[in-house]
């Protein structure tokens, strides 16, 4: 199997994207949650709350000459169809945990997104963490 430059990133993201939660004091769950109409990167609990976490990986070059606010934001590649795909995966993730004996009741839960910036050259990265995000 080729692994591409993008698949590359994306999976670099996430590794780094679990440990910052790790960090922050938040449990891994599970990763690559899959259904056919979407995928969850990342399932994390703090504090008895779900947090559902896409994650959004962009590797860059830093130029002195470039200015930050003329550049891409990653986190705006989520769209209303990509958050309404979620919204469906993560009911599906819900349902099936219910299946378990212990899971009575709904958990509470919120969604995130993880935004990883990659400077490849000069071996760093930024990250950005928007809690709490609306759902449509």
């Known amino acids: 199997m080729v692994i591409t430059h993008k698949k590359h ?12 939660l790790e ?9 690559n949650y899959r259904k056919k109409y979407g995928e969850i990167d ?16 962009v590797s860059r070059q830093k130029n002195i000459f470039q200015k930050d606010q ?7 590649n ?7 795909r979620l919204s ?6 819900l349902l099936d945990s219910k299946k ?11 969604f995130d997104i993880i935004v990883v910036l990659l400077y490849k050259d ?5 990250i950005k963490f928007l809690q709490n995000i609306m759902l449509e």
């Open 88 to 93: 469906r995966t993560i009911e599906s993730y």
């Open 9 to 20: 990133i994306g999976d670099l993201g996430e590794e780094i994207a679990c440990r910052f």
């Open 100 to 110: 378990c004996p212990q899971n009575e009741e709904e958990p509470d839960w919120q």
């Open 122 to 126: 000069e071996k760093h990265a930024e």
């Open 70 to 76: 003329n550049e891409y934001a990653p986190e705006d």
């Open 42 to 57: 990342i399932i994390a609990v703090k504090d008895k709350e779900l947090h559902f976490v896409e994650v959004k990986s």
């Open 78 to 84: 989520v769209h209303p169809w990509k958050l309404k």
């Open 23 to 31: 960090r922050k004091g938040f449990a891994i769950k599970d990763r």
